[in-house]
């Protein structure tokens, strides 16, 4: 866990209709609570299903974590975890298919194992139409 956030829990699966005050009541009772961050949804104005808890100390974070974890909160089983810091997930507004680089790359290479691939088929048709021609070859002198 990092350092900055060693007395920070994180509170996952949380009924929707929680409220902060709720979540400091429960929490309390581990240790004394610096902060929680309630996340909530712009569309619903409802919570977003989970919390962050600051505590004073780390050990009443780890105590949280040891004594809620798998813990039942208004009907529904929660977890309770370090937190992690936030990472932003870098995303494309477009697949990178409709990249020129990556058009480029793939038309090239779509072109030459195509190109490989027909004349490994004609040479398999060749050799194919040999044998029957050999066949037939066979066939005449038979009779």
Do not use: C
């Amino acid at each position: 866990m990092s350092e900055e956030l060693a007395n920070t829990v994180y509170l996952g699966g949380i009924p929707e209709d929680v409220t902060v005050e709720q979540i400091k009541h429960l929490f309390i009772t581990f240790g004394e609570i610096k902060s929680v961050d309630l996340p909530i949804d712009s569309e619903t104005q409802k919570n977003r299903g989970f919390a962050f808890i600051e505590y004073e100390d780390i050990e009443d974070a780890e105590a949280a974590i040891d004594n809620y974890d798998e813990g039942e909160l208004f009907g529904k089983i929660v977890k309770v975890k370090p937190a992690k810091p936030y990472k932003p997930k870098s995303f494309y507004t477009k697949p990178v298919w409709h990249s020129e680089d990556w058009q480029r790359k793939n038309n090239e290479e779509y072109t030459y194992k195509e190109r490989v691939r027909r004349e490994k088929q004609k040479k398999r048709d060749e050799e194919e139409r040999k044998k029957e021609e050999e066949k037939a070859k066979k066939y005449q002198k038979k009779q």
